[in-house]
């Protein structure tokens, strides 16, 4: 059973950083696109950034210049380094992967860790 599983969630200041973590376990044959999302309870999840198997990066404009992503495929983790919080970031944040199991001819599966809270005081 593959399982996403974030930390790195929590409590900061406005203006301050954070740096979120996913870690991808279980039975896969390789892992295409990983990337963050956020949600506000009542509104609709959106994705923060995104990075390719190969490093392609994309980020939501709303935190264009702010956060970073990045990857490490030999240890099938995903990280978030978010800096220059604002309080409008408060949201739950979850990690997304589009993983392909290793069953011949598998279309790749998009799988979704339980998410982290990032709240961000004023």
């Known amino acids: 059973q593959v399982q996403l599983v974030e930390s790195g969630g929590g409590l900061v200041q406005a203006g301050g950083s954070l740096r979120l973590s996913c870690s991808v376990s279980?039975?896969?044959?390789?892992?295409?696109?990983m990337g963050w999302y956020r949600q506000v309870p009542g509104l609709q999840r959106e994705l923060v950034a995104s990075?390719?198997?190969?490093?392609?990066?994309k980020y939501a404009d709303f935190v264009a210049g702010r956060v970073t992503i990045s990857r490490d495929n030999a240890k099938n983790t995903v990280d978030l380094q978010m800096n220059s919080l604002k309080p409008e970031d408060t949201a739950v944040y979850y990690c997304?992967?589009?993983?392909?199991?290793?069953?011949?001819?598998?279309?790749?599966?998009?799988?979704w860790g339980k998410g982290t809270l990032v709240t961000v005081s004023s």
């Open positions: 997304n992967a589009a993983i392909r199991l290793p069953i011949p001819n598998a279309p790749p599966r998009d799988v």
């Open positions: 990075i390719s198997s190969v490093g392609m990066t």
């Open positions: 279980g039975s896969i044959f390789m892992i295409n696109a």
